[in-house]
């Protein structure tokens, strides 16, 4: 089972940084993450209940402070102190009595405080506290028509995890040959070939063909439905390609990063159906190349992965996508070779987003 993304979870305060120049707040990190709080809200090893940046949140009273942004959590820099807050942590009381009864009182009779406190890190909380997700509004999509939830018995959903999120995944990858490459914005496509039947899906689920939807277009524009059940029937497999739809009409946020006229495909990763795997990054970029469509932009390898976050983090900075002095989102990391992640129960990868491309969001 692959591991979801969390939005709203229980974890520990790892650390309380100071703030030069403030007074009535300084920084926590939770995680990979580092979020402003109240002077005196948590000291190290609290728990709280964290946030993750676009999660949106209820319209309850103890959010209305978050009202102005629209219940949306968001990366955001403090002009005046210099410090870049990703995340919002919150005190557990939040949940409510019953829950924290059911934590802290009811437990109590079968395991001590520190037990019960070490079994509520990372407890998944979005569903309880009614989280949602923020999804950028697809232009171009109006004609999309769902046939059904995404195919999962097929091919996993396209959802990177951000390294803040799951940082236990250096530890998997340390040492590993590893090869990174530029994340694109857009939207997420998938097109497979199964015992010669083919299918197109957004994210989150697989596609009526109709007139006008944007995800057949550029599927009718590489002619994949007939041409991707071809190649998999010569070489004797059944794949799922996917990629990330960019250009004009399929619009992020107001942006078109990549100065893109048209809306084009970037494939970014090839999924063998039969071996409940993907292929190696070179193998995916070969399949690309056989197929005529672009693969995302290399960016670096590396026969030793050896970074930290903050590391990673400033890799980002200053990178532009290709033919543009628009920034890149953030990089993907993963090993060369496909390599399972037990973690997460995937493959082993992860995106680091750059933090000035989420500051420049309109």
């Known amino acids: 089972m692959i591991i979801m993304r969390k939005l709203a979870s229980i974890q520990l305060i790892d650390e309380i940084i100071p703030i030069k120049g403030a007074d009535s707040v300084e920084l926590a990190k939770v995680l990979g993450w580092y979020t402003i709080v109240k002077i005196g809200q948590f000291k190290k090893g609290d728990l709280c209940c964290f946030f993750e940046i676009d999660s949106i949140v209820p319209e309850r009273p103890e959010f209305e402070f978050m009202r102005p942004k629209k219940f949306r959590v968001k990366t955001m820099k403090s002009s005046r102190l210099g410090v870049v807050s990703q995340g919002l942590a919150m005190n557990l009381d939040i949940l409510g009595d019953e829950y924290l009864y059911e934590c802290f009182g009811g437990m109590q009779t079968f395991k001590s405080p520190e037990e019960t406190r070490a079994s509520l890190v990372g407890a998944d909380v979005t569903g309880l506290l009614n989280v949602q997700k923020y999804e950028i509004p697809i232009e171009g999509g109006k004609n999309t028509k769902a046939k059904g939830m995404f195919p999962t018995y097929i091919v996993p959903e396209t959802d990177e995890l951000r390294i803040q999120a799951f940082p236990n995944l250096l530890q998997e990858i340390w040492g590993l040959p590893y090869v990174a ?79 893109a006229k048209i809306d084009d495909l970037h ?20 399949v690309a190349k056989d197929l005529g469509i672009k693969f995302v932009t290399f960016f670096e390898k590396g026969d030793f992965f050896n970074y930290t976050i903050a590391e990673l983090e400033e890799k980002t900075r200053g990178v532009f996508y290709p033919g543009t002095k628009n920034q890149v989102e953030g990089l993907v990391f993963r090993p060369k070779e496909y390599t399972y992640s037990p973690s997460i129960g995937g493959m082993l990868s992860f995106k680091v987003i750059n933090k000035d491309y989420l500051l420049e969001e309109k």
Do not use: M
């Open 181 to 259: 490459r530029i994340k694109y914005d857009g939207t997420s496509f998938t097109c497979y070939s199964f015992n010669e039947e083919s299918g197109v899906c957004s994210r989150h689920q697989e596609l009526y063909e109709t007139d006008g939807d944007v995800y057949w277009r550029i599927a009718h524009i590489y002619d994949l439905p007939k041409r991707l059940v071809e190649y998999c029937k010569l070489i004797g497999k059944n794949y799922a390609i996917q990629g990330e739809i960019c250009g004009p009409i399929v619009i992020h946020g107001g942006r078109n990063p990549l100065n």
């Open 267 to 286: 494939l970014f990763s090839v999924y063998d159906i039969d071996a409940h795997a993907y292929l190696s990054d070179a193998a995916a970029e070969s």
